[in-house]
Structures are given as C-alpha cells and as structure tokens.
C-alpha cells in the first residue's frame, strides 16, 4: 500500500528553527508538496520538491532525497503565525496525489 | 470573488437528506477537485474533473457525485446523507492536470457538514 508517515504533532519556540520530516512508500514517484493549513482554514501551498535537494523560499526551505523515500520542511525563525499543520503529499507514478495526515506545530513563546 | 468560493461554510443535516456543496472558482483553472478531511487521516480525493464536460472519480467517491458543465462551477452532491459523511469538504482548482510545480492546487476555504 501507499504511506506517508509525519510525526503527529511538535512543539517549539518562538525565534528557533524547527524541521518536520516526512517519509514515504508510493508506487513511484513525480513530486512532492508541502502546504500548510491553519486551524479552520484552507491548506495553502508552501513548495514542490521533484528532484534531490534543498528548496529554499524565505524562512521555510524543503528538502528531498528521492532515494530515501524522504523529505523534510524547516522553518527558520519561528513566529506565532506558524502555528498550524502541515501537509506533506506525494505525486506516485499513476499521478495520485497521496496525503499525510499532517503534522501539528505548535509555536509557544 | 476571488479564488475559490464554497457554500454552504456549515451545515447541520438529517441523515437520508438530499444535500449539494456549491464550488465556483473565478481563476479559469481547467481542473477541480472535492476532497474530505476528517481527522487524523490525510486529504482523500472525492471526485475529480480535469476540465469542464469531464468527471472521475476519487479515493472515495460511493454516496457521492458532481457535474462539470462549465469551467467555474463543480456541485458535490450527497444523495441520501449518512453519518460517516460528516466531514470538513474541500473544493480545490489547479490551471491544470497533472499535478505538478506548476499545476499547484488552490482549495476553498471548506464546508463542514454534520449528518445526524
């Protein structure tokens, strides 16, 4: 079957940086997203990774290693605003987006 | 409007009632998509439409259908409500399919619906 696996939840503080990983087993592979989802609201893109290496866009950089069925999304300089869940979800070879159940951040000062 | 509009944001409904989620996008995006959310479980793709005319179905798409006969407009019709459909539905767009960098899905804003 296909997985995504994030941590459920993580915790930290306001100014550090934190990084929330995501591993994945799909029937190939095309791409990978972060978005980001606010409690309440809509998830909103963040980045696409397709090859291997380190995307950065601001405060928030993704990482890929398709090798390792792996990928991870640092937050440099947090800020209260960052509070939220995100999204990791992967493109397999049939073009199905598969989702993960999200990871919770939560931001204390 | 702007982006992608859903209605109702809330609903509260007797099981066995006939209920349509309203999707209108202003972006001219070929593609569009209803997905559910429910708890701990990630995004499943309900139906899917790649451009106006044309539908397929998603991850989970029993109990439920849409129409596609313009490019802004995707209902999502329950027909017959049961419990398990009580979910938080998200319409979703993108300039086109597949997914990809530059076939990036933008979602509506949600509707949360309780089925009693």
């Known amino acids: 079957g296909q997985n995504i696996d994030q941590p459920t939840e993580m915790t930290a503080t306001e100014g550090a940086i934190v990084q929330i990983n995501c591993t994945y087993q799909?029937?190939?592979?095309?791409?990978l997203f972060w978005y980001q989802q606010h409690a309440g609201e809509a998830p909103t893109f963040l980045s696409y990774?397709?090859l291997d290496g380190l995307e950065e866009k601001g405060r928030f950089s993704s990482f890929l290693s398709r090798s390792k069925g792996y990928s991870y999304l640092l937050l440099k300089e947090l800020q209260m605003k960052d509070s939220a869940s995100y999204l990791c979800?992967?493109?397999?070879?049939?073009?199905?987006?598969?989702w993960g159940a999200g990871t919770k951040l939560i931001i204390k000062p | 409007i702007a982006g992608i509009t859903q209605a109702p944001t809330s609903q509260i409904l007797a099981a066995g009632r006939r209920m349509t989620l309203r999707c209108t996008q202003d972006?001219?995006?070929?593609?569009m998509y209803w997905y559910r959310q429910d708890l701990g479980l990630g995004l499943r793709l309900i139906h899917y439409s790649n451009t106006a005319g044309t539908t397929g179905k998603g991850e989970v798409p029993d109990g439920y259908s849409v129409s596609r006969a313009n490019t802004d407009d995707f209902p999502l019709t329950l027909a017959s409500a049961v419990p398990s459909q009580t979910s938080v539905y998200f319409c979703?767009?993108?300039?086109?399919?597949?997914?990809?960098?530059?076939?990036?899905?933008?979602f509506g804003a949600g509707s949360r619906l309780t089925v009693l």
């Open positions: 972006m001219r995006h070929n593609a």
């Open positions: 990774n397709v």
């Open positions: 979703a767009s993108s300039i086109g399919a597949p997914y990809s960098g530059a076939n990036v899905l933008t």
């Open positions: 799909t029937s190939g592979f095309n791409g």
């Open positions: 979800a992967v493109v397999d070879s049939n073009y199905q987006l598969i």
